[in-house]
């Protein structure tokens, strides 16, 4: 804006337009506020209103925020109890899987030694192309790492 200004007076010195009209234009362009133009008690005024505005949104906001949290609180406690529920029921399902699966495979290093033991006096059958043995047991329903 202080260009604008500048360009205005160049103007009037150069004589291009007249006094009258740079002082038409000069009024044309808005003005900022200067020192002599500032209330110092009506910006504190406007200030603390805003202020006032400030802390009551506030306090609204956070009376609105704990109110919502007390009334979902009954929910996330539910829901909380429930996963832990069906967690502890998932683990011990897995726990169940794991010591079935243990077993099995105790059970077949056993029989595998068995028939390693006796495979020194008969012959050993040793595994097929099946992915059994010779037995014909299926190593399906033991986990594979």
Known sequence: MKKERMKILEMI???KITADEGERLLGSIPRR????DFDA????????KFSRHVEDFSRDL???????FK???????????KAIVHTANAVDEISKYLDETLRKMEARAEDKAGQAKDGAFGGDPGPDESGGDKDGAQDDDVLKF
């Open 41 to 48: 008690e009506e910006f504190k005024e406007k200030f603390n």
């Open 71 to 81: 009334d979902m609180e009954p929910t996330l406690k539910n829901a909380t109890k």
């Open 13 to 15: 010195e150069d004589g």
């Open 62 to 68: 956070g009376d609105k925020m704990s109110a919502a």
């Open 33 to 36: 506020y200067h020192e002599s």
